[in-house]
């Protein structure tokens, strides 16, 4: 594999833990469906394909983050799906440790921080 090729496949692993995230709280404002979601991440510049986005909402469901109602929509059988409580409190979950690690990649630790830092031994109050 080139490096190009291994530098491709660790960004789509990178962006659908954040496809995820956005599917999830999506789903819990309102029902949302395949087509649905890909029109909303290409709004933001990403586009998903079925192939992709199909397994990844069966997957959420698996694990008892969605659930699905299939409703008639212009004679077609659209799968709607919903967060459940499990994933309204892993999203919750996520959301509490996002900030720190974003925060931290883009230039700076969370205001107010405090201690060593594990990776580099670093340490000191940010205000």
């Given at each position: 594999?080139?490096?190009?090729?291994?530098?491709?496949?660790?960004?789509?692993?990178?962006?659908?833990?954040?496809?995820?995230?956005?599917?999830?709280?999506h789903?819990?404002?309102?029902?949302?469906?395949?087509?649905?979601?890909?029109?909303?991440?290409?709004?933001?510049?990403?586009?998903?394909?079925?192939?992709?986005?199909?397994?990844?909402?069966?997957?959420?469901?698996?694990?008892?983050?969605?659930?699905?109602?299939?409703?008639?929509?212009?004679?077609?059988?659209?799968?709607?799906?919903?967060?459940?409580?499990?994933?309204?409190a892993?999203?919750?979950?996520?959301?509490?440790?996002?900030?720190?690690?974003?925060?931290?990649?883009?230039?700076?630790?969370?205001?107010?921080?405090?201690?060593?830092h594990?990776?580099?031994g670093?340490?000191?109050?940010?205000?």
């Amino acid at each position: 594999m080139a490096a190009t090729d291994e530098r491709d496949v660790v960004l789509r692993e990178f962006f659908l833990g954040f496809v995820r995230l956005h599917v999830l709280y999506h789903a819990g404002h309102a029902p949302v469906c395949g087509v649905g979601l890909m029109a909303e991440m290409a709004h933001h510049g990403y586009r998903l394909t079925p192939g992709t986005l199909y397994p990844l909402l069966h997957r959420l469901e698996r694990a008892g983050f969605l659930t699905h109602q299939d409703r008639n929509v212009g004679g077609r059988r659209r799968r709607y799906y919903s967060r459940t409580e499990r994933g309204a409190a892993v999203l919750a979950e996520a959301a509490r440790r996002l900030p720190e690690l974003v925060g931290e990649v883009l230039g700076g630790a969370r205001a107010g921080s405090v201690g060593e830092h594990p990776a580099t031994g670093a340490g000191a109050r940010i205000p």
